[in-house]
């Protein structure tokens, strides 16, 4: 089975602080996620990329970048982290070939205070 | 993508089937049908997906309707660890390039 392994369950961390979310899967997966979910929201995509060194903004980059060094490794970065950015992190990767069949991770809470 | 609507919770017992309904009208002939499944606290988890012709797998049955306007997700035995958000997405393949677009899904309860 696929793994997609993140970092941290729960995190917890001040207003202006940087902050890194990492993000591994083990199947050799070209295609990685990173979506934030928020109550009455639903999922959504933050940044996504189809190869090392390659990333594309989702629907709310805004505040975040990422990083891609190796093919099973994506990092989420927020710069100067904000309360509003208190959510839980969700990472996902799926093969070019199949790329709608996504396999998530168990998230990450993050609590901004 | 176009739109889906979903019911926002059900409940159904154990050990009895339930049909989660899907409804897509705005769906275009190169649309597939997708459900996730987000179980508490785990990220979604692919379920089944399928283009015009009803889908069996391990996990549950698809049927979708002749004109594909709408479809159903079907589990044939409910158990408690069925309960779950359950989404329903359509995907224009090689347009969505895995980004896959979450609505608010249907919360299931599942009553022993």
């Known amino acids: 089975d696929v793994k997609v392994t993140q970092s941290s369950r729960y995190l917890v961390k001040r207003t202006g602080e940087k902050v890194f979310l990492e993000c591994v899967q083990d199947?050799?997966?070209?295609?990685m996620f990173w979506y934030r979910q928020d109550p009455g929201l639903g999922l959504r995509l933050i940044y996504f990329?189809?190869?090392?060194?390659?990333?594309e903004k989702g629907d709310i980059p805004e505040g975040y970048s990422v990083s891609r060094e190796k093919k099973e490794r994506f990092s989420l970065i927020l710069e100067s982290a904000s309360t509003n950015q208190t959510s839980m992190y969700l990472c996902?990767?799926?093969?070019?070939?199949?790329?709608?069949?996504?396999?998530f991770g168990s998230g990450t809470q993050l609590s901004v205070l | 993508d176009a739109k889906t609507t979903q019911p926002n919770s059900m409940e159904s017992n154990e050990e009895e089937p339930v049909h989660l309904p899907c409804n897509h009208s705005?769906?275009?002939?190169?649309?597939?049908i997708h459900w996730y499944r987000q179980l508490p606290s785990q990220g979604p988890e692919y379920v089944i997906h399928?283009?015009?012709s009803n889908v069996n797998n391990r996990m549950a049955s698809l049927a979708i309707a002749e004109d594909r306007k709408s479809s159903t997700l079907i589990l044939h035995r409910a158990t408690l660890r069925d309960a779950a958000v359950y989404y329903c997405?359509?995907?224009?393949?090689?347009?969505?390039?895995?980004?896959?677009?979450f609505g608010k899904g249907t919360k299931l309860s599942v009553k022993p």
């Open positions: 399928g283009l015009t």
């Open positions: 705005t769906i275009s002939g190169t649309d597939y």
């Open positions: 996902a990767s799926s093969l070019v070939q199949d790329s709608e069949k996504l396999f």
């Open positions: 997405i359509l995907i224009n393949y090689g347009g969505s390039q895995g980004n896959l677009i």
């Open positions: 990329s189809y190869d090392v060194k390659m990333k």
């Open positions: 199947m050799d997966h070209e295609n």
